[in-house]
């Protein structure tokens, strides 16, 4: 039994991430997403850009989803399960 630990929705829509037992790990449940991510990603650092050059603090980031991360254990067959967390989510 091997313990992984990934996210556990989408950093742009917050859709359940489904995780493969090999592969690296996701963050978007789509390219669509990630695309969609990296854009308003790319946006704000211009954002930040003008507003340091102005002298001003760095705006607060208004997208995305905050990152929760699970345990998910593969066995032998490379069956993922997510780990009960005792008490429940964080
Ligand atoms: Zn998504």
């Not at 997403?33 to 102005?54: D, I, Q």
């Not at 607060?60 to 429940?88: C, H, L, M, S, W």
Request: hydrophobic share 30%.
């Amino acid at each position: 039994m091997t313990t992984i630990h990934r996210q556990v929705h989408c950093e742009w829509c917050c859709e359940d991430l489904d995780h493969a037992s090999t592969g690296r790990a996701k963050r978007f449940c789509s390219t669509r997403c990630r695309v969609a991510y990296s854009r308003a990603m790319k946006r704000h650092a211009a954002v930040c850009v003008e507003a340091a050059l102005a002298g001003q603090p760095e705006p607060p980031r208004d997208f995305g989803q905050p990152v929760k991360i699970r345990a998910y254990e593969i066995d032998g067959a490379g069956n993922v399960t997510k780990r009960a967390r005792p008490g429940g989510e964080r």
